[in-house]
């Protein structure tokens, strides 16, 4: 995309500025990457409160149709024929080698399959599904409807107020009813590693939801800034960063996503490595890494063994308010990657100590009922 | 009598008597940074020249380098950065300075803006 490119907004563009929001190009939107509170409160208000978020960005469609499951299965690892109505599921769109083309949600409804992809792939992925399934689920995308998610320990109890038939709804989950009189499609999952609700609405009705859920006394705006260090908290992957088209889902750490029946069964785009890595092992692994000392390691930090070897790189890092302090998370060896391994973290050409730590760095808290 | 000077790059000195001067970030650099997270000093005793590479600030979102206003030795750091990097947030031209620099060499001063000629730079930056 060239530099003169207009920025695509969201339906909450004129919401965000009117909040006081900096706004940032990302995936050719305008988005607000923080709020006038700041990432580090903004974070913390979601972790303690309810946050509430835009990503409008993302790429909603339905794949239409009694085939759409048994289609989808052609392109991703995930179990998609096991899905029982209103549950919905992590996977992974893969290429012919066993790279990571995108990660989405997808959700059986009686119509079909909701998908919900990343904003940088959108086009891409339609694009490849349309190519690859065509007629057999007919994809309609929905460029009509907005996503907001609200996430944290409170969601669940603004959700009540408002959204009468969100009560008793377990994680991931997807329900429709109204949200204060608006018709919208809400699923209990989110990217925070909180108990939330992502909700999908049409554009037309975004702002007024949005304003409705910011007057509820326990939420308040976050950006992507915040969203950021959020999800690396909760050791989920960020796309292109994190994953991409080199990453396995297996060396991803992905392998829960991946159900018993399509391990062995294969029928998707790279099952032959990712069958091979599943018997052998992979060569390298998506692991969480502690530095030692206050220094955050951004990405691309190399990783070191003791003898100041090159292993591995960071994928994601920063500070992590909730953690209070740096984390990191990014790929070593497999002989490396055992929680408690000591690394070296290369910062500003010093190298810094660090350990191989499990994920999350901060407990999940989604609600399972 | 003490009064600070502006580098286009965001830093302050506090200029006054004696030949020891603090050095830390503005107000409009903390605000632009978001919340600190670490600081890393220089090392005492280290000679540093104007403009050289001095100390890093990181915030939630990046990393970023502070340059000296002036050529000078480094006499002192502000230990308390490292416990609460947060007061680069709260007193950027107070207990939130990074570092004391020696210098004998008064007339670099002159290149520096003070209060009034910053505010009005920063107002330009929009």
Request: net charge negative.
């Amino acid at each position: 995309m060239s530099d003169d490119t207009p920025l695509k907004t969201t339906p909450l563009d004129a919401l965000h500025r009117a909040l006081g929001a900096k706004m940032v190009p990302f995936a050719g939107y305008a988005m607000p990457v923080q709020y006038p509170m700041g990432i580090l409160n903004e974070h913390l208000h979601a972790r303690a409160a309810a946050g509430l978020f835009d990503v409008s960005h993302m790429g909603q469609a339905i794949l239409a149709g009694a085939e759409a499951a048994a289609a989808l299965e052609t392109m991703v690892p995930g179990d998609q024929l096991a899905l029982k109505e209103g549950a919905t599921r992590y996977t992974q769109l893969t290429n012919d080698e066993g790279g990571i083309l995108d990660d989405l949600m997808a959700t059986k409804r009686a119509d079909g399959l909701y998908l919900v992809v990343n904003a940088a792939c959108k086009d891409a992925d339609f694009a490849r599904i349309e190519a690859k399934i065509g007629a057999r689920a007919p994809l309609r995308r929905l460029d009509d409807r907005a996503l907001l998610a609200l996430q944290g320990p409170q969601a669940a109890a603004v959700m009540a107020r408002l959204a009468p038939d969100s009560v008793g709804q377990k994680f991931m989950t997807l329900r429709e009813g109204t949200i204060g009189g608006i018709a919208c499609l809400f699923t209990r999952s989110g990217y925070t590693g909180e108990d939330g609700y992502e909700i999908s609405v049409p554009a037309a009705e975004a702002e007024k939801l949005a304003k409705l859920l910011l007057a509820e006394p326990e939420v308040k705006p976050i950006g992507l800034g915040a969203r950021d260090s959020l999800r690396l908290e909760a050791g989920l992957c960020l796309y292109g960063h994190d994953i991409d088209t080199t990453t396995s889902p297996i060396e991803a750490d992905l392998v829960w996503s991946i159900s018993k029946r399509r391990r062995a069964e294969g029928g998707f785009p790279g099952a032959a490595r990712v069958q091979r890595e599943l018997a052998q092992g992979p060569a390298r692994k998506r692991v969480g890494i502690l530095p030692e000392g206050r220094a955050p390691a951004r990405e691309g930090t190399e990783v070191v063994d003791a003898a100041g070897a090159k292993i591995g790189v960071v994928t994601s890092g920063g500070f992590g308010p909730t953690a209070n302090g740096p984390i990191c998370m990014g790929y070593v060896p497999a002989a490396f990657a055992a929680p408690g391994t000591p690394v070296g973290l290369v910062v500003r050409g010093k190298t810094l100590p660090a350990k191989i730590a499990g994920m999350p760095f901060v407990p999940h808290r989604y609600f399972r009922g | 009598m003490a009064e600070l000077r502006f580098t286009k790059d965001h830093e302050w000195i506090r200029v006054g008597d004696g030949d020891v001067y603090e050095i830390g970030i503005s107000d409009y650099a903390q605000g632009q940074l978001g919340d600190v997270v670490f600081v890393e000093l220089p090392e005492i005793g280290k000679k540093i020249a104007k403009g050289g590479q001095a100390a890093v600030v990181e915030s939630v979102k990046a990393a970023s380098d502070v340059y000296s206003p002036v050529a000078g030795e480094v006499v002192a750091i502000n230990d308390a950065l490292t416990g609460d990097p947060g007061l680069v947030n709260k007193e950027p031209t107070g207990a939130g300075w990074f570092f004391k620099l020696k210098t004998g060499d008064t007339a670099q001063f002159a290149e520096l803006m003070d209060q009034g000629a910053y505010d009005a730079y920063v107002k330009g930056l929009g």
